[in-house]
């Protein structure tokens, strides 16, 4: 059984973008009608050639260039005392940076 193939340019037409646009709920005017009609049908003719190129040979990929994981071993190092990582701070109380209030509470 042959398919018959519906070209896409013949999918969009301005009654389509009309109905869409009420199924929407978007109200549009005769001018933005026909060119999003000329759009929609880019799109669609896109998605098409697209489509008529990807075959089950060629494997799908989510971009170009491989990756690898880029990640490095979690090695523990040296770290502050919590007297040097707060003897900058303007202020400070039982060892932690006191900050103000975000909250519109009383200080």
């Not at 398919?3 to 646009?21: G, M, N």
């Not at 990929?61 to 190092?77: E, F, K, Q, Y």
């Not at 770290?79 to 975000?102: C, M």
């Amino acid at each position: 059984m042959s398919e018959r193939r519906i070209e896409p340019v013949e999918i969009i037409t301005p009654d389509v973008v009309s109905h869409l646009a009420h199924l929407a709920r978007i109200a549009l005017t005769d001018d933005e009608i026909t060119r999003l009609t000329g759009e929609l049908g880019q799109i669609v003719d896109s998605v098409a050639k697209v489509a008529e190129v990807a075959t089950a040979d060629i494997p799908a990929t989510s971009h170009p260039i491989p990756l690898g994981m880029v990640t490095r071993a979690d090695v523990v190092g040296e770290t502050l005392t919590t007297e040097q990582a707060l003897s900058g701070a303007p202020a400070h109380e039982l060892g932690q940076f006191k900050v103000s209030s975000i909250l519109g509470e009383e200080q």
